[in-house]
């Protein structure tokens, strides 16, 4: 589910002049969307950019500097999604089946990660007897969040490839955002959705303020109609969002949350976090508090076609403010922890090339000569195969003389089969 813009706060929104025309198409595009479609996508594009421009805020520029760098391999494909910040929304793009206002440019259709966006623990405040697959714990074992950002420390802590870092990298800067949004931690099970409401999507609720709002996923989804641009950002939304970001970092600083722990990640990753699932046990508590803040704030009071109330929409807006900027401060923390390992180099965007990737713990000199050793291996490697061109083409040409001389009676032939020759030539070149 996705949503359009409406009316925001001066904080919580990306501020720029909407024609009411097209905010109205927008709105009428999302609310069809929402109705017949149930995609978790969670914070949408701007609440993704904001946990990941906080990040970026809170880093040392050179490390933001060595992520943009690496993930400049994926720009050919991705030209907008590659930045810090904007590569936040790369793993939603994924999923994207056909183009649309949130899915600009060619539609990838890949669900086979669709489960890495969420965790499914049941709640269940009916006491009613969970599907087999919910039941007791099995819900724990599934593709979901948790393993995902695992996944990508294993990869963070083995790779040595642009790509393949690069790759779980856009996928870390997206999830550790999903897994702070509450309903992204939570599956509800009640009498009268007894297989589950896939974390809010089956409820559904008017909003009269957020027209375009029409299920409880949606409405903590848009942080309450917070947060609502989509992903490529115009100039001056990108300036709003690194303002509002700024905002967040301002207002909400990261003394301000007692369950934040500076150091948790950097300890998990010393340990070695557990050999087959890394700081598992830390990323699980970061799931199950966005857990308790579903079943303590976003599900109370909430019953099936209710109209939500202002009080409301200002709790979800209020709490989706602190999701984000604690989300924030925790991928600055990943990202921060495994900057040594980060392989250099990426994609040359002048020459269209692919940098070599050097090895780190060089010095600027050290990586410089070796740069030029590179370079010269590459000249030498073009210059052998020219002349190894050259001579085969000599080559063919003197046996295609020998074949004329010979059977100088079918000239069409010999001209076939040199021809043939030549292609196959060309083609081994």
Not at 180 to 209: C, F, M, W
Not at 234 to 258: M, R, T
Request: net charge negative.
């Amino acid at each position: 589910t996705r949503s359009s813009r409406a009316t925001r706060s001066s904080v919580g929104s990306n501020k720029g002049p909407i024609s009411k025309m097209r905010q109205s198409v927008r709105m009428l595009a999302v609310a069809v969307l929402a109705a017949c479609c149930g995609v978790s996508v969670a914070w949408w594009d701007n609440g993704h950019m904001l946990v990941a421009e906080v990040a970026r805020q809170s880093l040392d520029p050179a490390i933001v500097d060595k992520v943009n760098r690496m993930l400049t391999v994926f720009k050919p494909s991705f030209p907008n999604r590659t930045t810090f910040s904007e590569a936040a929304t790369w793993a939603d793009f994924l999923k994207c089946q056909q183009e649309s206002s949130f899915c600009q440019g060619i539609p990838e259709s890949v669900n086979a990660f669709d489960a890495w966006h969420f965790s499914d623990r049941p709640y269940n405040p009916d006491s009613i007897t969970l599907p087999l697959s919910q039941y007791p714990m099995a819900w724990a074992s599934q593709p979901s969040s948790i393993d995902a950002v695992s996944q990508s420390v294993s990869t963070f802590r083995a790779s040595k490839k642009p790509w393949g870092y690069g790759f779980m990298m856009m996928f870390a800067l997206h999830i550790v955002g999903d897994m702070h949004q509450p309903l992204h931690s939570i599956t509800g099970y009640s009498t009268a959705l007894p297989e589950g409401d896939r974390g809010g999507n089956l409820i559904k609720i008017n909003v009269p303020q957020l027209p375009f709002i029409s299920n409880l996923h949606a409405m903590w989804d848009s942080a309450g109609g917070l947060f609502l641009e989509n992903s490529p950002l115009s100039p001056s939304q990108s300036a709003a969002l690194i303002a509002n970001a700024s905002s967040l970092i301002a207002d909400l600083p990261s003394a301000g949350f007692p369950q934040f722990n500076p150091s948790e990640f950097a300890e998990c990753w010393a340990d070695g976090g557990g050999y087959s699932e890394p700081c598992k046990d830390v990323l699980t508590k970061w799931s199950n508090e966005s857990y308790d803040i579903a079943t303590t704030v976003a599900y109370p009071g909430i019953v099936q076609n209710m109209t939500i109330t202002q009080a409301y929409i200002d709790l979800v807006q209020h709490t989706s403010r602190r999701q984000i900027a604690l989300a924030g401060y925790r991928l600055a923390n990943i990202i921060k922890t495994v900057a040594n390992t980060m392989p250099a180099g990426g994609f040359d965007l002048k020459s269209g090339a692919a940098e070599a990737s050097l090895p780190t713990g060089l010095t600027s000199l050290e990586k410089g000569m070796l740069a030029a050793l590179i370079l010269t291996w590459m000249a030498i490697g073009v210059v052998i195969a020219t002349r190894s061109s050259k001579f085969r083409g000599k080559r063919v040409n003197y046996a295609a003389m020998r074949i004329a001389t010979v059977h100088n009676d079918n000239d069409e032939g010999d001209d076939d089969a040199n021809n043939s020759d030549d292609d196959d030539d060309i083609t081994m070149a």
